[in-house]
């Protein structure tokens, strides 16, 4: 069974720093774009940032210049560096991968269980 696993989430001030990471476990064929979401309490889930297989990446206007994404192909891993953190950061955030080859050959949407990320004051 394929599964996306976040850790790295927790409490932290204002101006600090956190580092998320997402892990594949199960055994898969290939997995392509990457992806970031958060969602905070009464809010829609949104995109905060992704990748691509080949590294291009992209941003939430949000967070550009503070938050960083990127990825280690040869662990299935990808990691979220936020820095500069504020308070409405606050959130729980998801590790996505759209376009997951299965083992046997089917095309997935996978998401991860969430990890809170909260930012005080």
């Known amino acids: 069974q394929v599964q996306l696993v976040e850790s790295g989430g927790g409490l932290v001030q204002a101006g600090g720093s956190l580092r998320l990471s997402c892990a594949v476990s199960?055994?898969?064929?290939?997995?392509?774009?990457r992806a970031w979401y958060r969602q905070a309490p009464g809010k829609q889930r949104e995109l905060v940032a992704s990748?691509?297989?080949?590294?291009?990446?992209a941003y939430a206007d949000s967070v550009k210049g503070r938050f960083i994404i990127s990825r280690d192909n040869s662990k299935r891993l990808v990691y979220l560096q936020m820095n500069s953190l504020k308070p409405e950061d606050t959130a729980v955030y998801y590790c996505?991968?759209?376009?997951?080859?299965?083992?046997?050959?089917?095309?997935?949407?996978?998401w991860g269980q969430g990890t809170q990320v909260t930012v005080s004051s």
């Open positions: 996505n991968a759209p376009n997951v080859r299965t083992d046997w050959g089917a095309l997935r949407d996978y």
């Open positions: 199960g055994t898969i064929r290939s997995i392509n774009a």
């Open positions: 990748i691509t297989s080949y590294g291009s990446t």
